[in-house]
C-alpha cells in the first residue's frame, strides 16, 4: 500500500478485475496492472465479472471482442447504481481501428459504461500501465471523496443528535431571497408539523403582536451590524396557544466577508417561564402578606427572608459549581484528542525539518508551522489546567527563593515601563506546591497587571504567612502561605469580578487574551488544596492572592543525575505499542531517525505475543489507554515475564484512573524528539522519570506566552 493511499481511511488495497478470456491477454494485463501498483482478479465469465464489481474494485478491464453482442445489463445497471462519489473507470482493448469512432460496438460500451478508455491493440507496457496508472490516481481521487464525505456525515450526525439532546431547533435564513429553512424540532417549537412548509413571514406572524417590532428591529441589527442575535419573545401557535421560545443566531458570511444567511437554533422555554411567573406572583402574594402582618409577625417573616436568602445563595454555588464542571469534562477530552493529533503534527514537521534543512523557504515554512502547532500545544495545557487534569509535581518549594529566582523573567514580561517590587519576609516555611506550575500562574499574574496598567506603573509582589483557624467552604484549618500580586491599575466593578475566572471570559479586545489565564490559575489554587482570592476596585487597582498549603518539610537539594551525552549512541531493540496508526507512524519514524530499532504493535494483546516470543527488547514505548488491553495491564504483565525489561507508559492524560497502582516513567503527550531521546536515556538508565508535558513543557516550547494575558477582576473581593 502506497502513502497515498494509507492516508485514506478504511482503504484495502486497490485491485482491477479483469475479464480477457481469449488467449494469454488476461495474464498479459494481470501483469501489467501489477507494473501499475494494482493488484489483479481475473475472471473467466462475464456473469461472474458483473458479480464481482464492488466499491473497492479500482478499475475494470474487458477486451471488447470478449463482450460483443453479449449482455451487459448486470454491468450496466451496477455502473447506474454507483454512488455520488464513485465512477468506476474502465479500460477495453480493442482490436486495431476497433474505437468508438469506427466501431459501433466499442460506442456501445463507452455509452453503458461511461468512464470508459480504449486502448488499441497491439500496444506497448508502458502505454497500458500510463492508462492504468491514470485510471488508478482518478479512482483514489474518488475514494478520497468518499472518505470526505463520510467524515461529513459523521459530524452532520453528532450535530443533530447534540441538537436533539438539547431539544434544540436549527434554522437557516437567507438573506438575498428570505427563504427560511428549519429543521424538525424548529418547526415544533412554532406548533408545527414536521411535514408543514413554513416560511419566514408564517413565524413572524406567529410571534405576539407586542413582541413583534421588537424581534423585527432586532433582527434588522443584527443584519446590519452581525452582532449576535439572541431573545426570547411570545410565540402564538396555530392552535390558539401561547408559548414562549429562546432564539440565538449568527450572520455566515463569504469568504469575502459579505454577509449571505443567518444561522441559529430555538427552543421552547415556556416551562422555565411558567415557574419563573409562579414564583413571581408567589413572590407578590408573600410581600402582600408581609405588609399586613404585625411588629410580631414582621420578626419570623425575616427569619424566613434569611432563610431564602441563604438556600437561594447555595442553589447559586450548586448551579456554578456543577456548569463549570461539565465545562471541565468536555474542556479536559476536546484537550486529551487535540494532544493526539498535535502529537502527530509536532512530530512530523520536527523530521520534516531535518530533511528540508538546506532549503531555507522550505525550514522557514517549517519553523512557522512548528510554530503554530506549538501554540495549539499551549492552549491545550492552559485547557487541561481548566479542566484540572494536568499533572502536578507537589513538593516542599521555598517561595521566597521561587520568586526571586523568576526577577529577570518577570521584568523582561512586564517591560520597561512597569517597575517591579518585591516583600520577600525571611525565614518563611516552604509551601506544597509544583514549582513549575506556580511560576506560569505568577508570570500569568504579573502580566495582568502590566496589561491594567497601559501607562506604565508598579507592581507589588509580596509572600506572607498566614493561620486560617476556622475552615470554611473554600480553605481548610493550618498555615497558608500568601503569594500576593498588586497593580495599580484600571480595576474592574463587582459584576467583572463575579465573571473573572469563567472560562473563555476576557476583557481584552478580540485575538488578544483566551480567557483562560485565571481559570488555570483557579484551578491550579484548587488542586493544591488552596485558594486565589481576587480583590479590586474601579479605577484604584486589583490585588490576586494566592493562598498555599504551608508545610514544615524542606525542599530536597539533590543533584540531578547525569544521563547518557547521546540516547541515540547505542542501538536498542524497542517495542512500540500504540493503537493510533499516525501517532504510531510519527513515533516510529522519530524513534528510527535517533538510531533506534523499532517493532511496531498497534494493540497490547500484540504486544503481549511479541514479547512471549522470545524476541529481545531493550525497551517498551506504550500508549495507556487502548481497547482490550491498557497500557498499564500492558506493563503488569510483561514485569511478569521480564522483571526487568524498561517500560515508559506515553499518555495525553495527566492523571490515570483510579486503581492504577502502577510505577512507570511516564511520557506526556505531545512530546517532542528530544524529550523522547531524554525519556529514553531515563528508562535505560533505571531512573523513575517524572511526567513530561503537563504545563511547563521542558524543551518543547510550550511555555504559556507572556503577552497571553488572562482576564482582570473588579470592585471589591473574590474568592474563586
Request: aromatic share 4%; hydrophobic share 40%.
Amino acid at each position: 500500500m502506497t502513502a497515498r493511499t494509507a492516508a485514506i481511511p478504511n482503504l484495502q488495497d486497490p485491485k482491477a478485475l479483469i475479464y480477457a478470456p481469449a488467449g494469454r491477454d488476461a495474464q498479459v494485463a494481470a501483469s501489467l496492472t501489477d507494473e501499475a501498483g494494482l493488484a489483479s482478479i481475473a475472471v473467466a465469465d462475464l456473469t461472474v465479472f458483473a458479480s464481482s464489481l464492488d466499491d473497492e474494485v479500482a478499475v475494470g478491464i474487458l477486451t471488447e471482442e470478449a463482450v460483443r453482442g453479449c449482455d451487459l445489463t448486470p454491468i450496466a445497471a451496477w455502473v447506474a447504481a454507483q454512488p455520488s462519489w464513485s465512477d468506476l473507470p474502465f479500460i477495453v482493448l480493442t482490436q486495431r481501428g476497433g474505437g468508438p469512432d469506427r466501431n459501433p460496438a466499442a460506442a456501445r460500451l463507452s455509452e453503458l459504461l461511461g468512464n470508459v478508455t480504449f486502448l488499441e491493440r497491439p500496444f506497448h507496457a508502458t502505454s497500458f500501465i500510463s492508462v492504468a496508472r491514470t485510471a488508478l490516481k482518478g479512482r483514489l481521487r474518488q475514494y478520497e471523496a468518499r472518505a470526505r464525505l463520510e467524515a461529513l456525515g459523521e459530524g452532520e450526525r453528532r450535530l443533530q443528535t447534540a441538537l436533539a439532546a438539547g431539544r434544540l431547533g436549527a434554522w437557516e435564513l437567507e438573506l438575498s431571497s428570505m427563504v427560511l429553512s428549519a429543521s424538525a424540532t424548529c418547526k415544533a417549537v412554532f406548533g408545527r408539523g414536521p411535514d408543514d412548509e413554513v416560511t419566514r413571514d408564517d413565524l413572524i406572524a406567529s410571534i405576539h403582536p407586542d413582541d413583534r417590532d421588537f424581534v423585527l428591529a432586532r433582527l434588522r441589527q443584527t443584519i446590519d451590524t452581525g452582532r449576535d442575535y439572541s431573545l426570547e419573545h411570545r410565540t402564538l401557535w396555530p392552535d390558539g396557544s401561547l408559548h414562549w421560545t429562546e432564539v440565538h443566531a449568527q450572520l455566515y458570511a463569504d469568504r469575502y466577508g459579505s454577509a449571505r444567511k443567518l444561522v441559529g437554533v430555538c427552543s421552547d422555554t415556556t416551562a422555565r417561564k411558567t415557574i419563573e411567573e409562579n414564583l413571581r406572583r408567589l413572590n407578590e402574594t408573600l410581600e402582600e402578606r408581609v405588609r399586613e402582618r404585625t411588629r410580631e409577625v414582621n420578626a419570623a417573616h425575616q427569619t424566613l427572608v434569611e432563610e431564602v436568602a441563604q438556600r437561594e445563595r447555595a442553589e447559586e454555588q450548586l448551579r456554578q459549581s456543577q456548569k463549570m464542571e461539565a465545562i471541565g469534562q468536555l474542556t479536559g477530552g476536546v484537550a486529551h484528542d487535540f494532544n493526539n493529533l498535535l502529537m502527530v503534527v509536532l512530530g512530523n514537521l520536527e523530521l520534516l525539518g531535518k530533511h528540508v534543512a538546506g532549503d531555507a523557504k522550505a525550514t522557514r515554512l517549517v519553523d512557522g508551522a512548528l510554530q503554530g502547532a506549538r501554540r495549539g500545544a499551549a492552549l491545550t495545557q492552559r485547557l487541561l489546567a481548566f479542566a484540572r487534569q494536568q499533572d502536578l509535581q507537589v513538593k516542599p518549594v521555598d517561595l521566597a527563593e521561587l520568586v526571586s529566582g523568576m526577577n529577570d523573567l518577570l521584568r523582561r514580561s512586564v517591560g520597561t515601563s512597569v517597575s517591579i517590587e518585591t516583600t520577600l519576609p525571611a525565614r518563611l516555611p516552604p509551601a506544597l506546591v509544583d514549582a513549575n506550575q506556580l511560576e506560569l500562574a505568577l508570570l500569568n499574574l504579573a502580566v495582568n497587571a502590566r496589561d491594567a496598567m497601559p501607562d506604565g506603573g508598579a507592581v507589588s509582589i509580596s509572600l506572607r504567612e498566614e493561620e486560617v483557624v476556622c475552615g470554611n467552604d473554600h480553605l481548610g484549618e493550618g498555615a497558608y502561605l500568601v503569594l500576593a500580586v498588586t497593580d495599580g491599575g484600571t480595576g474592574m466593578d463587582a459584576e467583572t469580578l463575579k465573571k473573572a475566572v469563567d472560562p473563555f471570559f476576557s476583557t481584552k479586545e478580540l485575538g488578544k487574551g483566551t480567557g483562560l489565564g485565571l481559570s488555570m490559575i483557579h484551578g491550579l489554587a484548587v488542586q493544591l488544596n488552596g485558594a486565589l482570592i481576587l480583590k479590586s476596585q474601579l479605577g484604584v487597582g486589583t490585588t490576586a492572592e494566592l493562598w498555599l498549603p504551608a508545610t514544615e518539610r524542606w525542599p530536597e537539594r539533590r543533584a540531578e543525575p547525569e544521563l547518557p551525552a547521546s540516547p541515540a549512541a547505542s542501538r536498542l531493540k524497542i517495542l512500540l505499542v500504540d493503537d493510533d496508526a499516525l501517532i504510531a507512524m510519527s513515533s516510529v519514524d522519530m524513534l528510527e531517525d535517533l538510531g533506534h530499532e523499532v517493532v511496531e504493535a498497534n494493540s497490547g494483546l500484540q504486544a503481549l505475543e511479541l514479547i512471549r516470543s522470545g524476541q529481545h527488547f531493550d525497551l517498551v514505548i506504550t500508549d495507556y489507554l487502548m481497547p482490550g488491553m491498557t497500557g498499564a495491564q500492558l506493563a503488569a504483565a510483561a514485569r511478569d515475564i521480564h522483571p526487568a525489561l524498561p517500560i515508559v507508559l506515553a499518555t495525553g492524560y495527566a492523571d490515570l484512573p483510579a486503581g492504577t497502582d502502577i510505577d512507570l516513567p511516564r511520557l506526556g503527550k505531545p512530546y517532542d524528539q528530544a524529550q523522547l531521546a531524554k525519556e529514553i536515556a531515563r528508562a535505560v538508565a533505571g531512573e523513575t522519570s517524572q511526567v513530561l508535558g503537563s504545563g511547563r513543557a521542558r524543551g518543547s516550547g510550550l511555555l504559556f506566552k507572556a503577552d497571553d494575558r488572562c482576564d482582570e477582576i473588579g470592585d471589591g473581593a473574590c474568592v474563586v
